[in-house]
């Protein structure tokens, strides 16, 4: 099994930045893509934004401009810089990896226990 903990959730005013952690651990043969998603009370769990092994990133347009994904492949690590928080950005931020295990290489995913994230106007 493959552990990701987030951090670097918190209570912030609009306008305010925060940047999230997420650590990988565990047996791991590759990890393909990690990512962050949000979910917020009485809505379903959206994307936020995602970064492949080769760089790649999307994001979900109402960040687009305002949140930066990133990640160090060396220590399996992605990052979340969100910037110009605003009230509507409140939500659980879940960590999630697709990668490979190395005893089949068969393609699995993992998520972190998730992050409170509250932004106050």
């Known amino acids: 099994q493959v552990q990701l903990v987030e951090s670097g959730g918190g209570l912030v005013q609009a306008g305010g930045s925060l940047r999230l952690s997420c650590a990988a651990s565990?047996?791991?043969?590759?990890?393909?893509?990690m990512g962050w998603y949000r979910q917020a009370p009485g809505k379903q769990r959206e994307l936020v934004a995602a970064i492949t092994s080769g760089g790649n990133t999307n994001y979900a347009d109402s960040v687009k401009g305002r949140f930066t994904i990133s990640r160090d492949n060396a220590k399996n690590t992605v990052y979340l810089q969100m910037n110009s928080l605003k009230p509507e950005d409140t939500a659980i931020y879940y960590c999630?990896?697709?990668?490979?295990?190395?005893?089949?290489?068969?393609?699995?995913?993992?998520w972190g226990q998730g992050t409170q994230v509250t932004v106050s106007s």
């Open positions: 565990g047996s791991i043969f590759s990890i393909n893509a």
């Open positions: 999630n990896a697709d990668w490979k295990s190395p005893a089949d290489l068969s393609t699995r995913s993992s």
